[in-house]
């Protein structure tokens, strides 16, 4: 008979005996216990050996989804570039059509068919003075005046600032 394990001639603290197994036992060991489970069906059906016992078809478990994990879009390695606002088209702006230019006794009179001009401006002056300005967003102007010859021009802004003059007018105020 085979020694599969070999007795020490000393004793552990709490008096057991200790065995000490050699390689060889334990290969031995080892195919021992692989051919006491194989006769005995695996040790799972209780050492009966069956050879027609059918295999049972185990149930499916449900399939169970989980919610994908939201991830952020990166960024574009190269920014795309923002376009320019286009702007409103700009109407270009235009004289006030019929200026007439007249006087009434010791009165200035100026008056246009209106343009597309947001307001006017109404610059008159005599011989070598200081012109005066006049303000509206009507199409006509009139001033109380000394005798004498004017000239007069106006001044057409629309809402951007930008503005056209009309040619300089010449009229005499008598009275």
């Known amino acids: 008979m085979v020694k599969i394990m070999e007795k020490l001639t000393t004793l552990s603290a709490d008096s057991t005996l200790l065995y000490k197994c050699t390689t060889k036992t334990k290969r031995l060991f080892f195919f021992a216990s692989v051919l006491a489970l194989t006769a005995c069906g695996g040790g799972s059906d209780g050492g009966v050996a069956r050879s027609n016992a059918q295999t049972p078809t185990p149930t499916p478990l449900p399939t169970v989804t989980a919610e994908p994990t939201p991830t952020a879009t990166p960024a574009p390695a190269t920014p795309i570039p923002t376009l320019p606002p286009v702007p409103d088209p700009v109407i270009p702006l235009t004289l006030p059509s019929a200026i007439e230019v007249g006087s009434t006794a010791d009165q200035l009179n100026v008056t246009w068919e209106p343009s597309n001009a947001q307001e006017y401006r109404v610059v008159y002056w005599q011989g070598d003075e200081t012109p005066s300005e006049y303000l509206t967003t009507g199409a006509s102007f009139s001033a109380a005046v000394d ?15 930008n503005s056209v003059f009309s040619p300089v007018m010449t009229t005499e105020v008598a009275q």
């Open 147 to 161: 005798d004498g010859q004017y000239s007069v021009l106006v001044e057409a802004y629309d809402e951007l600032g």
